[in-house]
Structures are given as C-alpha cells and as structure tokens.
C-alpha cells in the first residue's frame, strides 16, 4: 500500500512539473485587448513581456498607463488604470488613495547584449549580432549566417541593450547653401546580399524581414498578403498548436482527478487515473513540436519563391535563319 502510495506522489509531481511550461500571465489593456504574456519585469513605468506562445522570442514594453489590469498565472489579479465609477458617494475627507506598488518577478532573464545596430555611410542601417569587432572589419550573423564588412563602409555599431557604440568614421555636416531640394537615391547594393532578398529569416525564435525584426502576427499578415498557400501552412500550424492545447487540458484533468482519489483512498483508481494523463500529455507535446515544424514549412514555402530562376524565352529572326533563345 505505502509502495503504490509512493508511486502515485512521484508520477503526479512529474505530471504537474510539464504542465508548469503552459502557465501564462494575461495583460487587459485599457482599450480592452488582452495580451497573453510571460512577464518578464514589472516597474513604475513600465511592463516587460514576451509572447506566450513564444517565450524565446523579442522582448516587448507596454507602459503601465495602457494597462488596465494584470491577471498572473498564479491567479493573484493586479489592477492599474480602472475607469472611474458613476453614481458614486463622495469619498470621505482626509482619504488618501493607496497606490499598489507592482511586483518586480525576479529572477529577471538575460537579455541578448550582442545585438547591435549597423549604420552605414550609405545611410543604411541594420540589426544583427556581433560576433568580433575589429580595426578593419565587424564579423556579425543574421539567421545563423556569418558574414563580415570591411570598417571602410561602417559609420558606427550601436550595441540595443548597453547602448555602447563603436564608431568607425564621423560624417560631419557641412555647410549647404540655400537651394532647392533634391531627393537623395540610396543604393541598395550597399546592402550586404542577404538582407536584400526581401526573404522572412528565422534567428532563435526571432523573425527578420526588411532589415528589422517583427512579430509572430506580422509574419502572418505578411504570409496572408503575398503568399496563400504558405498561409494555409501557417493556419494549419495554429491549429496544431490549439490541438496541444487541448490535449495538455485533458491531461490536466486528469492529473487533479488522481489527487482527488487519493483522498479517498482509493491507489489503484491514482496510479490509474495518472498513467492515462500520460497519453494526453505526451499527445500534446507532440501537437505543440508539430506546429513548429509546420510554422517552419509555411516560411520556407514563402522564401522558395525568391528561388525560382526567371527564364524568358526571344525569338531571332533574321534574313538567314530563324532561333528560339532561352535567357535566365
């Protein structure tokens, strides 16, 4: 009895520990939107969070006074902005409104200080991680592609979280005299290759496209816009990850009717009960790495078009002969 007692402490724990990764915080803002969340830190000012369904993406900051309410995934429920009630009693005199400090969540996660922005004498600029910084050159990588430039097309490197900057050339501003304006043309040759391809780049849970760094819903709307079938791919992904969902709740369901029955007694019904939330729970994990192999499909079926070679064909007609030419 003390054995299968044991046994179903042991399984439950390991069950409740897998369903901890799907706890998530809600932000109301005071517009309404709700915004499902891991929160990162919470301060005076200001809230740092990154999307649920995708915590080793970017960072985002929302200020406290957009937000109306805060509901953590342990159920405490944080109020900020409230609109203000009618046909209220006048407050009594000599009250003072007591304002709730926001919790600080520690351990804070570490952020990315290798990520910098790369402004050329071209007047460009891109994002990307440094990987060396050198008198004649800056090696960095972009979608886990290395590449380099020499330091005589850099202006300065401008690291986004410690806010140092490494300057290799100053452009100073003469002097112009009045005339009319002329519209200045950049060339995008410039440009290192791989970010002209207008291609959607994956970079450890990040997505880049035109030389910036956008959300999981952008790229959405950006597959939605230009690409239908890698659309499709994405949809299916998203109901592969609502499939988890579900079956991690079946799981759930299980687990807690198995620490009911141990109350009554009743081990075989626990070790019964626990065992069955494996198969939904396992069916879950897969749902969840399934999406993400089919999120993957949808951008490469939306970057095969930039591979697809242009073939033309021209006829030659000529007093002697007559041909069919093929150009690529």
Not at 152 to 176: M, R
Request: with cysteine.
């Amino acid at each position: 009895m003390q054995n299968k007692l044991r046994l179903a402490v042991i399984l439950t724990a390991l069950i409740l520990l897998s369903l901890a990764s799907y706890a998530q915080d809600i932000i109301v803002t005071t517009d309404a939107q709700k915004i499902e969340a891991k929160i990162i830190e919470v301060s005076k000012s200001a809230i740092r969070y990154k999307e649920a369904d995708n915590p080793d993406g970017p960072t985002f900051v929302i200020d406290v006074a957009d937000i109306s309410t805060i509901i953590y995934a342990n159920g405490k429920v944080v109020l900020y902005n409230q609109p203000a009630a009618t046909n209220a009693q006048p407050a009594a005199a000599d009250t003072q409104p007591v304002a709730e400090t926001p919790l600080t969540l520690e351990p804070q996660q570490p952020v990315d200080e290798s990520l910098a922005d790369i402004s050329l004498l071209s007047g460009n600029t891109f994002r990307a991680r440094i990987i060396a910084l050198k008198k004649d050159q800056v090696a960095y990588m972009i979608d886990g592609n290395e590449s380099t430039l020499p330091a005589s097309q850099i202006e300065k490197v401008l690291f986004v979280h410690t806010g140092q900057a490494k300057v290799y050339h100053t452009i100073s501003q003469p002097a112009v005299p009045k005339q009319k304006p002329v519209a200045k043309t950049t060339p995008t040759s410039a440009l290192p290759e791989i970010l002209q391809s207008g291609r959607i780049y994956r970079d450890n849970g990040h997505f880049f496209h035109n030389n910036t760094y956008i959300s999981k819903k952008e790229v959405e709307r950006i597959l939605q816009r230009e690409n239908a079938a890698a659309y499709h791919q994405w949809k299916k992904a998203d109901g592969f990850l609502v499939g988890g969902a579900v079956c991690t709740g079946i799981g759930g369901g299980l687990v807690l009717g198995g620490l009911l029955a141990i109350t009554s007694g009743n081990y075989g019904a626990v070790l019964g009960m626990e065992c069955c939330a494996i198969v939904p729970l396992g069916i879950g994990l897969g749902f969840t790495l399934g999406a993400s192999a089919q999120y993957n499909k949808a951008i490469d079926l939306y970057n095969s078009k930039f591979d697809q070679a242009a073939v033309e064909l021209r006829w030659c007609v000529s007093p002697a002969e007559v041909g069919l030419a093929i150009a690529f």
